[in-house]
RNA sequence: GGUCCUGUCGUCUAGCCUGGUCUAGGACAUCGCCCUUUCACGGCGGAAACACGGGUUCAAAUCCCGUCGGGACUACCA
C-alpha cells in the first residue's frame, strides 16, 4: 500500500463529556487515527464542553482512560492532569471563550450575525404550527432587521437575546469524501442560533472556530452530522475561514437496525475493557465496521489496518453491531498471547481476593494453558475454571459412561484410586497417561476417561483428566475420586 | 410530517466507479462430518443474499428512472 505524502493532513476527535467514552466515539476516534498515522500527520483531541450543564469531570476522565486504553495516542490536546500536550492552548472548548467571543464580535460587527430578543415560548409555538402544516420549523427571522443601536439599547435594558446567525436563502452543496455529493436548502435551515450570549457560544459555532484554530484539514465523524455540515459552512463562510473535507461515517448499529444505545448492547468502550476484551481485538473489530480492506483478510494488527486504511474503501449504510464476532475475535487474539500473559490480565480485571483456595501460580498458569482455546473474554475464565478451585456439586449420574452401569462405574473408579496410589505425589499429563493405560486397554477409553474427569472436575465438560490431574496433584485427584465412589455407592 | 443518507447471505462484508471472468467470494453465527472420553480448538463440507419494477445494452449485482423498505436529523444538547 503506497503512503500519501507525509503533513497533508490533520483530523481531530471532539468528544463531549456527557456520558462515558461510547462505542461509536471510540470507532470514530479510530478511523481519524488511522487515517493520521496513514498519512504520518497529526491527531488531535478536543474535549467540546460548552454544555456545561452537562459535562461532568468522571466523564472526561473516562474519555482519557478509554482512549489511552484502546491506544489511540494524540498529538495535541489536553491531558487528563488538566495540563496541555502541543503547540496550541488546552483544547477545552470551555477554557477558550475569549476566541469564540472575539469571532461572535466580529459576525456581529459584520452584520452576518444578529441578536435575537424572540421569548423562547413564542419560538415554540411557532415551531410547533409549521410543523403541523408539514412545513420545515423555520426561524421567521423577525429580530434579523434590528438596528445594532435598538440591538444594544435592550440589551442594556436587561433583556435577554441570542445571537443568530444569517443563512442565506440559496442552496448549498458540499462534497463528502465517503457519499458525494449532498445538497440542501438553506431556506429550510433559517438562521441559526450559533450563541446564548458572547460567554456561551453553541456546538456549531464552537465546532467550526476551533477546527479552523487547530488547522483541521478533514473533519471525519458520525452520518448523524451530515444535517450540522451546511450549518457549519455557512458559519465558516460567514467568518471567512478556510474550508474543510467532511467524511461521514455509516453507524454503529443495534441489531433491530437503529442507532448503537445502551437500551440494546454495552455502549461504554470501560464495559468492554471490563469484560476481559483485548484493545487489539476491539480496534479490528471497530475498524471492520464499515471499512473493509482489500481482498479477504480480517484478522488484522494496528500496523495493517494503518498501511491499508483508505476512506474510499468506507461502508455507506450502517453497520449493525455483531457481538458473537467480537467474541471470536477475542479469542482468536487471546490465543496469540502467552499463558503469562493471559495470567496477569485476568488478574487485573477480576477480584482475586475470593477464591476460596488458593492455587500456586505454576497452577494456574497450566489451567490457563488449558482454557486457553476455550476463552473469549478474560471474564469467563473464573467460570471456566472455578472446578480447580472447589470441586462443584454434582449429580452422580454424571459419572456414568453412555450405558455403564454404577457398579461397573464404581469398579473402574476404584481401579483407578489404587492405581494413583501407587503413583509419585508429584504427576503431569505423560505419567497420569502411562499409569492409567492398563485400566483403559482392559475398559475402554470412554469407560475409564469418562468417569475420571467427571469425578475430577464434576462439569460436562473440562479440560481432559489427564491434565487436570496434573494441576490437582495426587492427593487432590485422590480425595475427587474418594467423594466420586462415595456418591455412587449411596 | 419535512430534510438528508442508505439498501449484496441472519450479521459484517468482497464485487459496483472502469457492465461480460459472478453457476456472486470471504468472515461470524448455524448445520453435518473428521479429530476426540466431554467441551473447546483445529480440519473438511453444506445451507444461506444481489429489496422490487421498469428501462439502456448482444450482455446488469454493476449504468438510468421509479417504487418500496431502513436509518439519521429536525434544541437557546453535542
Not at 259 to 288: D, H, Q, W
Amino acid at each position: 500500500m503506497a503512503r500519501k505524502e507525509k503533513g497533508k493532513v490533520r483530523v481531530r476527535i471532539a468528544p463531549s463529556p456527557t456520558g462515558y467514552l461510547h462505542l461509536g466515539t471510540g470507532r470514530t476516534a479510530l478511523f481519524n487515527w488511522l487515517y493520521a498515522k496513514h498519512h504520518e500527520s497529526e491527531f488531535i483531541l478536543r474535549i467540546e464542553d460548552t454544555d456545561r450543564e452537562r459535562s461532568e469531570k468522571k466523564y472526561e476522565d473516562d474519555i482519557f482512560s478509554g482512549l489511552a486504553w484502546l491506544g489511540l495516542d494524540y498529538d495535541e490536546g489536553p491531558l487528563p492532569d488538566g495540563g496541555d500536550k502541543g503547540p496550541h492552548a488546552p483544547y477545552r472548548q470551555s477554557q477558550r471563550t475569549s476566541l469564540y467571543r472575539q469571532h461572535l464580535e466580529s459576525m456581529l460587527l459584520a452584520g452576518s450575525a444578529y441578536y435575537c430578543f424572540c421569548k423562547k415560548d413564542e419560538l415554540d409555538t411557532e415551531r410547533q404550527s409549521l410543523e403541523a402544516q408539514g412545513l420545515a420549523p423555520v426561524y421567521s427571522g423577525r429580530c434579523r432587521s434590528l438596528s445594532q443601536a435598538e440591538a444594544v439599547t435592550r440589551l442594556a435594558n436587561g433583556e435577554s437575546a441570542v445571537i443568530r446567525c444569517k443563512v442565506p436563502n440559496q442552496k448549498l452543496v458540499f462534497e463528502d469524501l465517503i457519499r458525494g455529493k449532498i445538497e440542501f436548502d438553506l431556506k429550510l435551515i433559517g438562521d441559526i442560533v450559533i450563541a446564548k450570549n458572547l460567554e456561551n457560544p453553541l456546538y456549531n459555532f464552537a465546532v467550526v472556530v476551533d477546527d479552523a484554530s487547530m488547522l483541521i484539514t478533514h473533519v471525519i465523524r458520525g452520518e448523524d452530522h451530515i444535517a450540522n455540515t451546511p450549518k457549519q459552512i455557512v458559519i465558516q463562510q460567514a467568518l471567512g475561514l478556510p474550508k474543510v473535507h467532511y467524511a461521514h461515517l455509516p453507524l454503529i448499529l443495534d441489531p433491530d437496525r437503529s442507532k448503537m444505545s445502551k437500551r440494546y448492547s454495552a455502549v461504554a468502550v470501560s464495559s468492554y475493557r471490563k469484560e476481559g476484551y483485548l484493545p487489539e481485538a476491539i480496534m479490528n473489530f471497530m475498524a471492520l465496521l464499515g471499512w473493509h480492506p482489500e481482498g479477504d483478510k480480517e484478522l488484522m494488527p494496528l500496523n495493517e489496518l494503518i498501511a491499508e486504511f483508505d476512506l474510499g474503501r468506507i461502508q455507506k449504510a450502517g453497520a449493525v453491531f455483531n457481538a458473537e464476532k467480537l467474541d471470536w475475535m477475542n479469542g482468536q487474539y487471546l490465543r496469540k498471547l502467552s499463558d503469562r500473559e493471559i495470567l496477569q490480565k485476568i488478574k487485573t480485571i477480576s477480584d482475586q481476593s475470593e477464591k476460596k483456595n488458593k492455587l500456586t501460580e505454576a497452577q494456574e498458569l497450566k489451567i490457563v494453558n488449558l482454557l486457553k482455546s476455550r476463552l473469549k473474554k478474560l471474564s469467563e475464565f473464573s467460570e471456566l475454571t472455578g472446578f480447580f478451585y472447589e470441586l462443584p456439586s454434582y449429580n452422580s449420574e454424571l459419572l456414568l459412561w453412555k450405558e455403564m452401569s454404577s457398579k461397573e462405574t464404581r469398579d473402574v473408579l476404584r481401579i483407578i484410586i489404587s492405581s494413583v496410589e501407587k503413583m509419585d505425589q508429584e504427576i503431569n499429563k505423560s505419567s497420569a497417561e502411562q499409569a492409567l493405560a492398563p485400566i483403559v486397554a482392559q475398559w475402554g477409553r470412554g469407560e475409564v476417561l469418562w468417569p475420571l474427569r467427571a469425578a475430577l472436575s464434576g462439569e460436562k465438560s473440562s479440560p481432559g483428566p489427564y491434565e487436570i490431574m496434573e494441576v490437582l496433584g495426587k492427593t487432590e485427584t485422590l480425595n475427587r475420586l474418594q467423594k466420586a465412589v462415595e456418591k455412587i455407592t449411596s
